[in-house]
């Protein structure tokens, strides 16, 4: 019986490795919608096996000289793939402009992950585990959220208590800059998004007037002290 070589791992799994490192001479590898196959020998990539750009699945024949001591990956291509939650690690200091002071926030989301170019992104990964493919991607991910984020966040654009009704708008234009990072690993993130973005001191500046710092009841609509408006806090620009 001919040998058949296809993907057997899981439907979230990023790679996955064929078992045997002795193929049959008649073996066929077949290579389904989403998915690259890379073979290896001696270290070294040898042929390279496209997905099947159609909805059936196109069988590709490995050449005899190939058989012996090689490592076939399957690289998963699809889209259809689990959310990963993702965490800001220790809580990012920034001055708010807004404020005039010195504020910490934490930042929590979810992202999914596509595998661009697989040649380069098993130069860049270990691929002996796709939970330790996960982790060290989100160690990434995180590192470079938290990056990017203090770095907006320091712009002054945006103020702590009208900051998460812009969170598509941030998540959109982060992915942006992460995509551009990991094109040189081989790998992009897509659906990034921030569940959420949290002032630590959020109590204390609801009940400071953003214009003058007076102490405020966080039910008044003015400031007893200069009289500027409490109300959509947010929408107001302070020079």
């Known amino acids: 019986m001919k040998e058949i070589i296809k993907f057997s791992g ?5 790679v996955w490795i064929y078992p045997k490192a ?11 919608k989403d998915y690259q196959a890379i073979l290896v020998r001696n270290g070294k990539i040898i042929p390279y096996f496209p997905g099947v750009n159609k909805a059936f699945s196109e ?4 050449f005899n000289k190939y058989i012996n001591d090689c490592t076939i990956y399957f690289f998963n291509k699809s889209k259809d793939v689990k959310f990963h939650k993702w965490g800001t690690k220790y809580p990012i200091r920034y001055f708010d402009k807004h404020y005039q002071t010195e504020l910490s926030m934490r930042a929590h989301g979810k992202y999914k992950v596509y595998l661009d170019n697989p040649r380069l992104f098993m130069n860049s990964f270990k691929l ?17 959220i938290t990056e990017k984020l203090a770095k907006l966040l320091n712009l002054g654009k ?12 941030i998540s959109t234009m982060i992915q942006d800059e992460l995509n551009q990072d990991f094109e040189e690993w081989g790998f992009s993130l ?10 630590l ?13 007076a102490k405020v009841n966080p039910q008044m609509k ?18």
């Open 10 to 14: 899981n439907k979230d799994d990023l």
């Open 22 to 32: 002795n193929i049959s001479k008649d073996a066929e590898v077949i290579v389904d």
């Open 59 to 62: 069988k590709v024949s490995l």
């Open 128 to 144: 002996d585990s796709n939970i330790r493919i996960e982790n060290d991607i989100k160690a990434m991910v995180i590192i470079k």
């Open 158 to 169: 945006y103020n702590a208590l009208s900051i998460n009704a812009y969170l598509n708008e």
């Open 190 to 199: 897509f659906n990034l998004s921030f569940t959420e973005l949290s002032p």
């Open 201 to 213: 001191e959020v109590n204390e500046i609801k009940n400071e007037c953003p214009n003058c710092q």
């Open 222 to 239: 003015f400031c007893s002290n200069c009289g500027m408006s409490l109300v959509e806090v947010g929408d107001v620009d302070v020079v």
